[in-house]
């Protein structure tokens, strides 16, 4: 197995370079919800000893009706996982307690979740260029599937459309 634990790194919160404002770009409860989450995901990867998987999990079953937030959080640690899988650089985040967590996201998390957003709405062509752009090339597949999970479980997705 790959070293995953290199692959993120914390956004200072006076470092807004590469970031967009979350109420302009159009993202539903939800997926702003997968945003929380990911986030969680990506320090586990980025501060293993702080263990944050443990309240991501936590944290999507109080978001989530039940019995959806385990298997949702499980679908996004596993898009995380595919996104440290295809990238050559650090993907930047915010943490979740960060002071402009609530506000901003960077360009990286922005492309994850724009993937999602496109699955959402059936439209695959978009989707498959913001993987690309989160898995900075190719190997973005088993990205768009993960992502297309969440889909599925949403109800958004009937079937998979990504193989």
Same mark, same amino acid.
């Given at each position: 197995m790959a070293d995953l634990s290199y692959s993120f790194q914390t956004v200072s919160d006076y470092s807004l370079k590469n970031t967009a404002?979350? @109420? @302009?770009?159009?993202?539903?409860?939800?997926e702003i919800s997968v945003l929380r989450i990911a986030r969680y995901f990506c320090e586990a990867f980025d501060q293993p000893m702080r263990q944050t998987w443990k309240p991501a999990f936590l944290e999507? @079953?109080?978001?989530?009706?039940?019995?959806?937030g385990a298997t949702i959080a499980n679908a996004i640690s596993i898009a995380i996982d595919m996104v440290c899988l295809g990238r050559k650089r650090n993907f930047c985040? /915010?943490?979740?307690n960060s002071l402009q967590a609530n506000n901003v996201m960077t360009d990286e998390e922005?492309? /994850?979740?724009m993937?999602?957003?496109?699955?959402?709405?059936?439209?695959?062509s978009a989707a498959r260029s913001y993987a690309v752009i989160v898995c900075e090339g190719?190997?973005?597949e088993d990205f768009l599937v993960a992502m297309e999970r969440?889909?599925?479980?949403?109800?958004?997705? @009937?079937s998979p459309i990504f193989k």
């Open positions: 404002f979350i @109420e @302009e770009l159009g993202f539903d409860v939800f999507a @079953e109080k978001i989530f009706p039940a019995p959806f985040y /915010f943490q979740v922005r492309y /994850f979740l993937t999602l957003h496109q699955i959402r709405r059936g439209k695959k190719p190997h973005s969440l889909a599925i479980i949403t109800g958004d997705v @009937e």
